[in-house]
């Protein structure tokens, strides 16, 4: 006789006992986005840094101007513009040591190079001679990443690695608010979250995925909010304030470094430029939101606050834009020439030693170049 | 390091053995995957590891295969050597996007400075009575994505030899195990020095005079059975085991079928865009003056992996093989 045929005999028990894994309300993000620059908080803020940060941003706001004018000139593919979220860009770069991880995607070209990244090489997937132009090692930048949030789990992965071997190391991985609806956006915060390990998301939230705005992306309160779900700090900051952005991920990584585990930053900032030059921003968007957000603008933020305080003169702005102009001469004029190419590099990184298929592959291409006369 | 040697040893032994000395000798070989850790995996060919090497380097992670790919490639970019079990071949498909767009071209994205000596491990193909989503053959999917490595092996020594040879690859290399070999059987004995070989050769395991059977993997012990069968139709069969799917061995294989001028390649997954055709595609454009016939398939049938108890009617058996063996007597219609 089972149980069940026993009428009368099954007396219900309380149910066994739960609670919460983790208590929610250290977890939740302010209601209002962290500020700096305007605030009483910009007096505590180091002025040496403000003004690495303002240089960095004019730097990075002439990179995006010159980028976007060589796609019109047909010496790159496609720039995905970050004009309007320098601070984030910059912010993210200038955080990190040297032993740390940048893991970008497409949009954060400007961050590896205001890592330290030679700024010809960064955009070498955008020109198209190669994917990734340059040794992720040298500067600890991993490639710009193309799919949506695959580089979130890999930057996990390379945190916890690196705690396993006992080293100091923190990764910052970068995405947009589009990705966070990607299936690896969850599972790299949730590995993170388990393993306790040393990384800081930054979701740029420029409003816009392409053309598709955020309500039509997510119904939560913030993308902040999502962090508390995986069990780990959720922090929202307007990601025009780079004061406010390198201090909320100083934070982070200092949390991560001590063995905190990671941490979810959403910055609101705004795309000013369209998604690339393939797009057509006046379909989903008009001017009037456009020029909102030219006004909170990150260079004018850091400027007034600056200048108000007497940290800036104008010698030290002429002094931004004139180093600003430097680098986009030397841009113009690198980028300019054709960068020289050899075709059997296609057979020389595909495995580490070539199969006999791709030997046989490998001589075919080198009998249609001789015939073309194009080796010697 | 002493072990109780277990004669005869099964495969799912040989793979564990393989993974443990592997861990044994290199620091930096980790194990993960789902279950992989307090439970030895479902067939349990874990069994054992995170005993001896520790939850850091054996670990059971969350349910989710593009993380635990994902994770295992930021592993691997900072110097660690994952080895990376998916359950079950259909539950390696959420996976998919970190194997192509990330394990397989990390090399060559960063012009050779990154490689990504990834092994990610799939037990694979029917013959266990799995219910939907637990017998696919995926094999086609992933020897069609340059980068990568497919090897499977069909014997208990090679099922050690080539997971020693794949952790110690400093590419990539998916490496289907036939869940129906797991408990075959062999004289393979553990406390003998094992030899590992580069990945990317074919054995013939069967010589013979009349046709070659070309096969891998769960046809293999098939393939022998049917030629031991054939003997009694007069017919004298030659058995190439692959053991390599990329890079392929066109010697061994075209060497065989210049001996013996006919060929059937035999698989369990289909044959419509299956590994067979580019098989046959290769043994004709290198063998086309030696072949007394077509190169013929036997294959899994072009559907979704059946229901357990219909299974039997889809994997090509003895009686299958030897039915295309008959048609190699091929005359031009005239």
């Given at each position: 006789?089972t149980?069940?045929?026993?009428?009368?005999?099954?007396?219900?028990?309380?149910?066994?006992?739960?609670?919460?894994?983790?208590?929610?309300?250290?977890?939740?993000?302010?209601?209002?986005?962290?500020?700096?620059?305007?605030?009483?908080?910009?007096?505590?803020?180091?002025?040496?840094?403000?003004?690495?940060?303002?240089?960095e941003?004019?730097?990075?706001?002439?990179?995006?101007?010159?980028?976007?004018a060589?796609?019109?000139?047909?010496?790159?593919?496609?720039?995905?513009?970050?004009?309007?979220?320098?601070?984030?860009?910059?912010?993210?770069?200038?955080?990190?040591?040297?032993?740390?991880?940048?893991?970008?995607?497409?949009?954060?070209?400007?961050?590896?190079?205001?890592?330290?990244?030679d700024?010809?090489?960064?955009?070498?997937?955008?020109?198209?001679?190669?994917?990734?132009?340059?040794?992720?090692?040298?500067?600890?930048?991993?490639?710009?990443?193309?799919?949506?949030?695959?580089q979130?789990?890999?930057?996990v992965?390379?945190?916890?690695?690196?705690?396993?071997k006992?080293?100091?190391?923190?990764?910052?991985?970068?995405?947009?608010?589009g990705?966070?609806?990607?299936?690896?956006?969850?599972?790299?915060?949730n590995?993170?979250?388990?393993?306790?390990?040393?990384?800081?998301?930054?979701?740029?939230?420029?409003?816009?995925?392409?053309?598709?705005?955020?309500?039509?992306?997510?119904?939560?309160?913030?993308?902040?909010?999502?962090?508390?779900?995986?069990?780990?700090?959720?922090?929202?900051v307007?990601?025009?304030?780079?004061?406010?952005?390198?201090?909320?991920?100083?934070?982070?990584?200092?949390?991560a470094?001590?063995?905190?585990g990671?941490?979810?930053?959403?910055?609101?900032?705004?795309?000013?430029?369209?998604?690339?030059?393939?797009?057509?921003?006046?379909?989903?968007?008009?001017?009037?939101?456009?020029?909102a957000?030219?006004?909170?603008?990150?260079?004018?933020?850091?400027?007034?606050?600056?200048?108000?305080?007497?940290?800036?003169?104008?010698?030290?702005i002429?002094?931004?834009?004139?180093?600003?102009?430097?680098?986009?001469?030397?841009?113009?004029e690198?980028?300019?020439?054709?960068?020289?190419?050899?075709?059997?590099?296609?057979?020389?990184?595909?495995y580490?030693?070539?199969?006999?298929?791709?030997?046989?592959?490998?001589?075919?291409?080198?009998a249609?170049?001789?015939?073309?006369?194009?080796?010697? | 390091?002493?072990?109780?040697?277990?004669?005869?040893?099964?495969?799912?032994?040989?793979?564990?053995?393989?993974?443990?000395?592997?861990?044994?000798?290199?620091?930096?070989?980790?194990?993960?995957?789902?279950?992989?850790?307090?439970?030895?995996?479902?067939?349990?060919?874990?069994?054992?590891l995170?005993?001896?090497?520790?939850?850091?380097?054996?670990?059971?992670?969350?349910?989710?295969?593009a993380?635990?790919?994902?994770?295992?490639?930021?592993?691997?970019?900072?110097?660690?050597?994952?080895?990376?079990?998916?359950?079950?071949?259909?539950?390696?498909?959420?996976a998919?996007?970190?194997?192509?767009?990330?394990?397989?071209?990390?090399?060559?994205?960063?012009r050779?400075?990154?490689?990504?000596p990834?092994?990610?491990?799939?037990?694979?193909?029917?013959?266990?009575?799995?219910?939907?989503?637990?017998?696919?053959?995926?094999?086609?999917?992933?020897?069609?994505?340059?980068?990568?490595?497919v090897?499977?092996?069909?014997?208990v020594?090679?099922?050690?030899?080539?997971?020693?040879?794949?952790?110690?690859?400093?590419?990539p290399?998916?490496?289907?195990?036939?869940?129906?070999?797991?408990?075959?059987?062999?004289?393979w004995?553990?406390?003998?020095?094992?030899?590992?070989?580069?990945i990317?050769?074919?054995v013939?395991?069967?010589?013979?005079?009349?046709?070659?059977?070309?096969?891998?993997?769960?046809s293999?012990?098939?393939?022998?059975?049917?030629?031991?069968?054939?003997?009694?139709?007069?017919?004298?069969?030659?058995?190439?085991?692959?053991?390599?799917?990329?890079?392929?061995?066109?010697?061994?294989?075209?060497?065989?079928?210049?001996?013996?001028g006919?060929?059937?390649?035999?698989?369990?997954?289909?044959?419509?865009?299956?590994?067979?055709?580019?098989?046959?595609?290769?043994?004709?454009?290198?063998?086309?003056?030696?072949?007394e016939?077509p190169?013929?398939?036997?294959a899994?049938?072009?559907?979704?992996?059946?229901p357990?108890?219909?299974?039997?009617?889809?994997l090509?058996?003895?009686?299958?093989?030897?039915?295309?063996?008959?048609?190699?007597?091929?005359?031009?219609?005239?």
């Open positions: 006789m149980v069940m045929e026993q009428r009368g005999a099954y007396r219900p028990s309380p149910p066994p006992a739960w609670q919460p894994r983790t208590d929610p309300a250290p977890l939740l993000p302010d209601a209002e986005p962290y500020r700096v620059l305007g605030t009483e908080a910009a007096a505590k803020a180091d002025p040496g840094l403000l003004r690495r940060l303002y240089a941003l004019v730097r990075g706001r002439r990179y995006n101007a010159q980028a976007t060589l796609t019109k000139q047909g010496r790159l593919a496609v720039y995905p513009s970050s004009t309007g979220q320098e601070a984030c860009e910059v912010a993210a770069a200038l955080v990190l040591q040297d032993r740390d991880w940048l893991f970008p995607s497409y949009r954060d070209t400007l961050a590896a190079v205001a890592r330290g990244l700024p010809v090489e960064a955009l070498t997937l955008l020109r198209g001679d190669w994917h990734t132009g340059y040794d992720p090692h040298e500067h600890r930048i991993a490639p710009l990443c193309t799919p949506l949030a695959t979130l789990p890999h930057a992965g390379l945190a916890h690695a690196a705690r396993l006992g080293d100091d190391v923190v990764a910052l991985a970068m995405v947009g608010d990705g966070t609806s990607e299936g690896d956006f969850h599972e790299a915060l590995f993170a979250a388990v393993w306790q390990a040393p990384v800081v998301f930054l979701v740029q939230n420029n409003g816009f995925a392409i053309s598709v705005p955020l309500a039509k992306q997510t119904a939560a309160p913030s993308l902040a909010h999502k962090a508390v779900g995986y069990g780990m700090p959720g922090r929202l307007d990601g025009n304030d780079a004061a406010a952005v390198h201090e909320v991920l100083a934070d982070a990584v200092r949390h470094r001590a063995g905190g990671p941490t979810l930053v959403e910055a609101i900032t705004y795309r000013v430029e369209a998604h690339t030059n393939a797009d057509d921003a006046t379909r989903y968007r008009g001017d009037a939101e456009v020029d957000w030219r006004d909170h603008d990150p260079i004018k933020l850091l400027e007034h606050e600056l200048t108000t305080r007497g940290l800036l003169d104008d010698a030290g002429q002094a931004a834009r004139d180093a600003a102009e430097t680098m986009a001469a030397d841009l113009r690198r980028m300019n020439q054709d960068p020289v190419l050899d075709p059997m590099d296609l057979f020389a990184h595909v580490a030693e070539p199969t006999p298929q791709l030997l046989e592959q490998r001589a075919q291409l080198q249609e170049l001789e015939a073309e006369g194009e080796t010697p | 390091m002493t072990t109780v040697a277990v004669k005869p040893a099964t495969m799912a032994q040989a793979l564990t053995r393989a993974m443990r000395d592997a861990m044994a000798a290199d620091p930096t070989v980790h194990v993960m995957g789902e279950d992989v850790g307090t439970l030895g995996g479902v067939f349990r060919v874990t069994d054992g995170a005993k001896e090497f520790g939850e850091d380097r054996v670990t059971d992670t969350p349910l989710a295969e993380g635990i790919l994902g994770t295992a490639v930021g592993m691997a970019m900072y110097g660690l050597r994952p080895v990376v079990e998916m359950q079950f071949d259909a539950f390696a498909y959420p998919f996007e970190q194997l192509i767009s990330h394990v397989a071209r990390m090399r060559n994205r960063t050779g400075t990154m490689p990504l990834i092994t990610v491990r799939v037990p694979y193909g029917g013959g266990i009575g799995g219910v939907e989503h637990h017998s696919d053959s995926s094999e086609a999917y992933y020897l069609a994505t340059p980068g990568l490595h090897v499977t092996p069909a014997t020594a090679d099922a050690y030899g080539l997971l020693r040879a794949a952790i110690a690859s400093d590419d290399v998916v490496f289907l195990e036939p869940k129906r070999l797991y408990w075959s059987k062999d004289s004995n553990p406390d003998e020095p094992q030899s590992v070989e580069p990317g050769r074919a013939v395991r069967r010589s013979g005079r009349s046709a070659t059977l070309i096969t891998y993997g769960p293999v012990p098939v393939c022998l059975e049917a030629a031991e069968a054939a003997r009694a139709e007069g017919w004298d069969l030659e058995v190439v085991d692959l053991r390599s799917l990329v890079p392929f061995d066109d010697e061994t294989v075209c060497a065989s079928v210049r001996r013996t006919r060929a059937v390649v035999v698989h369990e997954s289909g044959g419509f865009g299956g590994p067979g055709g580019e098989i046959a595609a290769r043994v004709t454009e290198r063998c086309f003056h030696h072949l016939a190169v013929l398939r036997v899994g049938f072009d559907i979704p992996y059946p357990p108890m219909l299974e039997r009617h889809h090509p058996g003895v009686d299958r093989i030897l039915d295309a063996v008959g048609r190699l007597q091929w005359e031009a219609e005239s």
